[in-house]
């Protein structure tokens, strides 16, 4: 019998998971999402850690880090919150899925066993409807579609392979997907992989979803970031707090709708948050008015944009959540100015993680830990939370 975490109230414990933990699924020979799908769960996590590991032996200031033990996902199938489905429509049907692996062919996907199950049965629903109606323009190119704490409750956004508003019968998709509770259009006639670009049109109804979590509701638009897996975000949280304890000035930088910032922000005396995502910020906003909320600062733009403000702020604590780029050397070396001495970095791409902390290590900073977690099972994603230190900087 293995073991796997688990999180309890104040801190992090060890329960027994079952050896059978191979997920089946009809579309694993073809589909390019789930390239770990027939491989044991255990298996699964050591292969994670292994190419965290192998990323931080490619620098020589992180060869003596070693990651620890990945912390399992509590569901292994079931659990991703949002479903971004490519669309192919031509005279030999509908093909509605996610690319073959290294190219751009839609392999069909109507029963994806990753997608929390509400979703899955509107993606099936979104396939009935677009199978059977006459009115869909061929530039239908994705559906985008989410859902927050409440499963029921689903936002659907329509991404159309064009510069100019479309026809399309928003009143009838909706009557068949009794789940979703708004529709948004976004025309994106790009070539490359990135399914919303752009400006995010509301149809109908809600124009988000909602998630509850660390005693905030926290709305999520639809051109917003958030994670898929919603149940790591406890132990993400916890291992973040164990961390930095009490301070003063917490920086939270690509701060997204505010999800770490708000579950640590009563550990601390201010909070800034920086994002440059529109809808982000106004989803933050939102959470601040309706908390009324004083001991919170926002720098509305990019974060490289706004490192005179965080100067300003001078922080003692930083919370980087980049995207898989990684964080620009002119971010950390602005970090670096500040009086931080703890850093979490929260990443998924080990890549990107480790030449950032390969240079935060040249400015000052000591790697405590690496704990890869599996926010996607299946996949060969791999996330990780680094935690750094570093001497408080003399008073001048």
Not at 157 to 183: K, M, N, W, Y
Not at 210 to 229: E, I, K, M, T
Not at 354 to 360: A, V
Request: hydrophobic content about 40%.
């Amino acid at each position: 019998m293995r073991s796997r975490w688990a999180v309890g109230d104040s801190r992090i414990v060890r329960l027994p998971m079952k050896d059978d933990t191979l997920v089946r699924c009809p579309h694993r020979e073809d589909c390019g999402a789930c390239a770990l799908l027939g491989v044991e769960y255990a298996d699964q996590l050591q292969r994670k850690g292994h190419q965290l590991a192998q990323a931080l032996g490619k620098h020589p200031s992180l060869r003596r880090v070693r990651p620890l033990a990945c912390v399992p996902s509590p569901q292994l199938e079931g659990y991703r919150n949002r479903a971004k489905m490519a669309i192919g429509l031509s005279r030999r049907g509908l093909r509605m899925g996610y690319f073959r692996t290294g190219t751009r062919e839609i392999v069909d996907a109507p029963d994806c066993r990753v997608l929390v199950p509400d979703v899955l049965e509107t993606t099936r629903r979104i396939r009935r409807f677009l199978e059977t109606s006459r009115q869909i323009p061929a530039t239908l190119r994705h559906i985008d579609v989410r859902c927050g704490t409440d499963p029921t409750r689903q936002h659907l956004t329509l991404v159309f392979r064009a510069t100019e508003r479309q026809s399309f019968p928003v009143d009838a998709l909706r009557r068949h997907c009794p789940d979703v509770t708004g529709i948004s259009v976004n025309l994106n006639p790009g070539t490359d992989a990135q399914v919303i670009r752009g400006a995010v049109r509301p149809l109908w109804g809600d124009r988000e979803v909602w998630v509850d979590h660390a005693g905030y509701r926290l709305r999520v638009s639809p051109a917003a970031f958030f994670q898929v897996n919603l149940a790591l975000l406890p132990t993400i949280h916890t291992l973040m707090a164990q961390f930095f304890g009490r301070g003063d000035v917490l920086a939270d930088l690509y701060a997204g709708v505010g999800t770490h910032g708000f579950a640590l922000r009563r550990q601390f005396r201010r909070v800034l948050f920086a994002e440059g995502n529109r809808s982000a910020v106004a989803d933050l906003k939102s959470t601040i008015r309706a908390r009324r909320i004083v001991d919170i600062r926002i720098a509305p733009v990019a974060v490289e944009r706004g490192l005179d403000r965080l100067r300003e702020e001078a922080p003692d604590a930083v919370v980087l959540n980049p995207s898989r780029a990684g964080a620009r050397e002119t971010v950390l070396d602005a970090i670096a100015q500040c009086p931080v001495t703890k850093l979490a970095y929260l990443s998924c791409d080990p890549a990107t993680l480790c030449r950032d902390l390969d240079m935060l290590c040249r400015l000052g900073f000591t790697v405590r830990s690496v704990q890869p977690i599996d926010m996607m099972p299946q996949t060969r994603q791999v996330e990780a939370l680094a935690l750094l230190t570093r001497p408080r900087p003399p008073t001048p």
